[in-house]
């Protein structure tokens, strides 16, 4: 399965030079005028995600008899009585899932590895994104701006066409997917932020439908056993890239979402609690 997208380091490039070979395009390649990209835009602006957790943590919060917040994963919903549900406001993200059509007319998405540095999942794969700003218009900004920040992604050039439901990290931050349309590939030219991402490739959304480059482990966290799913995927360089957790989760979502398909496998997820006080340290580990 080749990749239209070289993948691109930090090791290799300085922070203000910029790619010049990111994408590999055939000269009939058409992004911009591309009717299945078009067809795919107008079909998931009539997607509707489930309703988002402001509404649901307003509703729990006035309802005296049970005192639950949902804690949205984007998974089936779970809930647990707390002390104050009034202060569970967990900080608000957003991950860019930008899909673009590759040379052979498959759907593409663009991933990153995160820098070794990092506090927090260092070296992981990831989408695009981060931390909502008080400047952030919306959900889509935030992503937006996020994905020019690490991969230097013009937001000019992506079109965004709706959102998923929310998941909920085990950290309680709130992170939306936004699905964006990259219209014009050859325009791209990434510039890295070596602070925040080691490499940047892409991979097809629907490798997260099937079964061939899934493996799965059983993992057992706060009492309950459940499989979580592993994605391997090489690259054109023979580089092999674990593609797991939260990562994984929203990409096998967005792909149900694109293809009006479910999984060819049964999603195993956890059975996530909330804690009983809540507060801005809390975590689920």
Known sequence: MNSILRTVTTSLIPRTVSVSKFMDSSSNATIGGSQRLLALA??????????FPEDIFEQSIEDSASSKVVSQLGFPESATTIQHPEKFKPKKAAVLICLFEGDHGDLRVIL?????????????VSLPGGKADEGDKDD????????????????????????LEPFLSKHLLRVVPVIGILHDKKAFRPVLNPAEVESVFDAPLEMFLK???RSQEEREWMGEKYLIHFFDYDDIEHKKYLIWGLTAGILIRAASVVY?????????????????????????T
């Open 42 to 51: 107008q079909h998931l602006r009539l997607y509707k995600p489930p309703p």
């Open 112 to 124: 990153t590895k995160r820098s070794y540095e990092l506090s927090s999942h260092s070296g992981e």
């Open 140 to 163: 889509a900004d935030t992503a937006k701006r996020e994905a020019n920040e690490e991969i230097g992604l013009d937001p000019e050039l992506v079109n965004v066409v709706t959102v």
């Open 211 to 213: 079964d061939e480059n």
């Open 260 to 284: 009006q398909r479910p999984p060819a496998f049964i999603e195993q997820n956890p059975k996530f609690k909330l804690p009983q006080v809540v507060s801005k340290d809390s975590s689920m």
